[in-house]
């Protein structure tokens, strides 16, 4: 046997022991230090504790046994065994070395080692310090287990804070306690406050203890304007609960109106704000792809008041090609952030290659994160990032003809976009709910309105209106091509839409054909709006140079997609596919017949008369001055009550009618900066109409809650030195 294998067999049982020893030592210890940390900051916080205070522990155990090596051997093996004769150490010798006498001894004792087992050798157990080690961690446990935790176990009163004087027989507030108890998902711990004044978080449960003497008989819970919370007896206490939705005023009564008024409380109800969601890589929304450039990892930063869930949806949206060789394409990716709850961060790598991205092409992405609300999470999107891959080949960009080609491929390409987004919910129609199905196919139906709406622009805005439905709506028969059409549809409309022989009546630039004033259309994009902000409303010569069969295809465009829209509002996307593939086929044609110019456009200023120059007459002639209208404000009871409540005319020395104000601060709760104490001012001059400073009060924050009046011109500057001899010369008087 050699001497490592020597050594090895004969200090193995020894670092075992006390390796073994140091764990038994380290175990109730580990234990307790995460009965603490669970106690103090919850289950993470026990884990980490654990696994911090096992990894001490073990170190410490490997820094012991490290002790038991051949020193240590021979020293043992000299002191324990006297049949080794005090010459242990020529075990480990190297014969090659040794003369003949310790060689021959070095055999002697090989011989005789085995008559003895390695056991022997090992340490004994700490026995002592793993009894104390085990008392110390239980102690631990026992008091993380059964120490009362805030907002745990029977509430600790506190002396009440009312002040109230004492009447003999009526019970008065003595002792209370507030208890408040956050939504889970909050990750906040339950906490006990000794006032009966608090915040907390949407959806707490509220929990009064309280403690009366004399002792009361049905002591209640006041809300102001709201219904009473009855409160019931355990033992010498009264507690009561209430979960939290709104923030309130409340007192509390304990002898059902004998005493004198107790003083408001108030608890403020803190909302759940909804997550923030911001782009930090790249810093710009556009972004075009370098030089060999093969993925895209942008970053997003989310943060929310209680945490944002560890996973979102990132959605890409593709759009390749060129012209009308434009395709549309829109997936969503799971994406898993990092950092804490409250503030994570987001960096999906976009590969070019697996998404099928390639030149002359724009990606867009957006992501969609959730907070940890419950029941209903709150989901915000942030913003839209677009890298844009450059084509070889650059658009002419000379003058009009220019813009034209840029701007006017934006419309196509919508058409496209609304037949994509319609077949793609028809797709999803066996997982979504009907009233989510027919939302999103009024929503596809609402970006159809939009675009109806931009091409009607180019036939002089006269299909902004919705078309009158044909006789018999909702009849349908198959033409010969298959597609199905509302009966009578494809008639001639034009007696209905076209007005260019009698432009002369109805030229109303505000009002459609109803004679209802007409909305301007929503904005729809930036490029695309300069023919909408500067092209004329109507196709008369000068605005544009639409042929007849141009407009005639234009026209049916647009009523192909009034049927499209029909039917997407409807909640059938699969009716309206065959009119958007329709309309899409006629604008291609108008985009291959035409192109549309703009002509410099003036102001139309109407023609002047020379019959009346210089003839005195003036009939017809009438003031061109607006009369001025009053602006009716939403603070007409306030500012009735601030007049009751001042020194002038309109004071009310005695009691005021308030229940107008308070319908009016319940109603413009939304708009007022503190709503609470506005109601508790009106409260107290309620209850007590001759107290001066409560009336003082409410007067105060009825200021400061009403509408400020608009700005004021300011007044004119006085004259100065030589102003003033200017004006006295003017005048008449001395300079």
């Not at 009473?228 to 923030?247: C, F, K, Q, V």
């Not at 992501?367 to 070889?392: C, F, K, N, T, Y």
């Not at 647009?558 to 029909?566: A, K, Y």
């Amino acid at each position: 046997m050699s001497a490592n294998d020597l050594l090895a067999r004969w200090t193995a049982p020894a670092k075992y022991r006390v390796m073994a020893d140091s764990l038994a030592l380290a175990v109730p210890l580990v234990l307790g230090l995460a009965a603490i940390g669970w106690r103090l900051s919850g289950i993470i916080a026990a884990v980490a504790a654990a696994m911090i205070a096992a990894a001490i522990a073990l170190f410490a155990a490997r820094y012991r046994a490290r002790r038991y090596h051949q020193g240590w051997l021979v020293h043992a093996l000299d002191r324990e065994r006297p049949d080794m004769e005090d010459s242990a150490n020529l075990l480990f010798a190297d014969p090659a070395l040794l003369g003949p006498l310790e060689r021959l001894q070095q055999a002697r004792l090989l011989d005789r080692i085995d008559r003895d087992s390695p056991d022997s050798l090992r340490p004994d157990w700490s026995r002592r310090l793993i009894l104390l080690a085990g008392i110390m961690g239980l102690i631990a446990i026992g008091l993380t287990l059964f120490w009362p935790r805030p907002g745990h176990g029977p509430p600790t009163l506190a002396p009440s804070t009312e002040a109230l004087p004492a009447t003999p027989g009526i019970p008065r507030l003595t002792a209370q306690n507030l208890r408040i108890i956050p939504p889970a998902y909050t990750g906040l711990p339950p906490r006990d406050s000794a006032s009966l004044d608090a915040r907390a978080p949407v959806g707490s449960r509220i929990e009064w203890t309280l403690r009366f003497d004399p002792q009361a008989t049905v002591p209640a819970i006041l809300p102001v304007g709201g219904a009473h919370i009855a409160l019931r007896r355990d033992g010498p206490n009264w507690i009561a609960s209430r979960l939290l939705d709104a923030s309130f005023l409340y007192r509390v009564d304990p002898a059902s109106g004998r005493g004198p008024t107790p003083p408001l409380h108030r608890v403020d109800a803190i909302a759940d704000s909804p997550p923030q969601v911001r782009a930090i890589s790249p810093a710009a929304s556009l972004t075009m792809v370098q030089a060999g450039q093969r993925n895209w990892t942008p970053v997003f930063a989310a943060t929310d008041d209680y945490g944002v869930a560890a996973t979102a949806r990132l959605r890409v949206t593709l759009a390749i090609g060129e012209g009308e060789n434009v395709t549309f394409s829109e997936r969503e990716i799971a994406v898993s952030g990092s950092g804490p709850p409250r503030d994570r961060r987001f960096s999906p790598r976009l590969d070019f290659g697996a998404l099928g991205f390639s030149a002359g092409g724009d990606m867009v992405v957006q992501l969609i994160v959730r907070d940890m609300r419950q029941p209903a999470a709150q989901e915000v999107r942030g913003p839209s990032l677009i890298l844009r891959w450059p084509s070889s080949r650059q658009p002419e960009n000379s003058g009009l003809e220019g813009m034209v080609n840029i701007t006017l491929p934006a419309y196509f390409r919508s058409q496209r976009q609304i037949i994509i987004d319609a077949e793609a919910l028809l797709k999803q129609k066996r997982r979504l709910a009907a009233d989510r199905y027919l939302a999103r196919s009024a929503s596809i139906g609402s970006d159809q309105r939009i675009l109806r709406g931009r091409y009607s622009q180019f036939l002089g805005g006269e299909e902004e209106g919705e078309p009158e439905p044909p006789p018999n709506y909702g009849e349908q028969h198959s033409d010969d091509d298959g597609h199905d059409h509302d009966q009578g549809h494809d008639h001639d409309h034009d007696h209905d839409h076209d007005h260019d022989d009698g432009h002369e009546q109805g030229h109303d630039h505000g009002h459609d054909h109803g004679g209802a004033p007409r909305r301007p259309a929503p904005g729809f994009g930036a490029p695309e709006d300069v023919l909408a902000d500067f092209g004329h409303a109507h196709d008369d010569s000068p605005a544009s140079s639409l042929d007849p069969e141009t407009r005639a295809i234009l026209k049916k465009a647009v009523d192909e997609m009034w049927q499209s829209e029909v039917q997407l509002r409807q909640g059938h996307p699969d009716l309206a596919l065959p009119f958007a593939y329709r309309a899409l086929r006629f604008i291609k044609e108008v985009q291959q017949a035409t192109r549309i110019f703009l002509s410099r456009v003036g102001p139309e200023l109407p023609p002047i008369d020379p019959s009346r120059r210089m003839t005195g007459k003036r009939e017809g002639l009438a003031s061109r001055v607006l009369a001025i209208s009053p602006v009716e404000g939403r603070d007409g009871p306030a500012a009735a009550a601030w007049r009751a409540l001042g020194d002038g005319p309109g004071a009310i020395r005695g009691p005021i009618a308030l229940d107008a104000l308070d319908r009016w601060a319940r109603g413009q709760s939304a708009h007022l900066p503190d709503p609470l104490a506005l109601s508790g001012a009106i409260d107290a001059v309620h209850r007590d109409p001759a107290c001066l400073p409560c009336r003082a009060k409410l007067r105060a924050l009825l200021w400061t809650a009403m509408e400020r009046p608009p700005a004021q011109p300011a007044r004119r500057r006085p004259a100065d030195a030589g102003g003033a001899r200017y004006l006295g010369a003017i005048g008449g008087g001395k300079p």
